[in-house]
């Protein structure tokens, strides 16, 4: 059974940075796009970048545009995401996902992407 679990998350003032992980186990991650989401309180989940399958391709919402960088390593089943220029409003819930199409040019921002979800990690950007 596949399991996505993210860690790297904390509290961190403004204009500080964080690195995500996203560890795939039970599958291979080999040539699947992995996505990047966020839920603040009160907010609906937004999909904020993705990385395809072979880690050509990125693509980045606006609001994080910019400051924040995914990268995969298939070796290590591990997906990052590096935050930097952290603001208040980047407070959320932090998970990735698993693209559900086996296609690895694949790379898209909707939820309707994927298919298997990690439970998330806790950013805080608080002074």
């Known amino acids: 059974q596949l399991h996505l679990v993210e860690s790297g998350g904390g509290l961190v003032q403004p204009g500080g940075s964080l690195r995500l992980s996203c560890q795939v186990s039970g599958f291979r991650l080999d040539e699947r796009a992995i996505g990047w989401f966020r839920q603040a309180p009160g907010k609906e989940r937004e999909g904020i970048a993705c990385?395809?399958?072979?880690?050509?391709?990125?693509l980045y919402s606006a609001p994080v545009k910019g400051r924040f960088t995914v990268s995969r390593d298939n070796a290590k089943n591990q997906v990052y995401l590096q935050l930097n220029s952290l603001k208040v409003e980047d407070t959320a819930i932090y998970s990735c996902?698993?693209?559900?199409?086996?296609?690895?040019?694949?790379?898209?921002?909707?939820?309707?992407?994927?298919?298997?979800w990690g439970r998330g990690t806790q950013v805080t950007v608080s002074s």
């Open positions: 990385v395809d399958g072979r880690g050509y391709n990125t």
């Open positions: 996902a698993y693209a559900w199409s086996p296609d690895p040019d694949i790379c898209a921002l909707g939820e309707g992407t994927y298919v298997y």
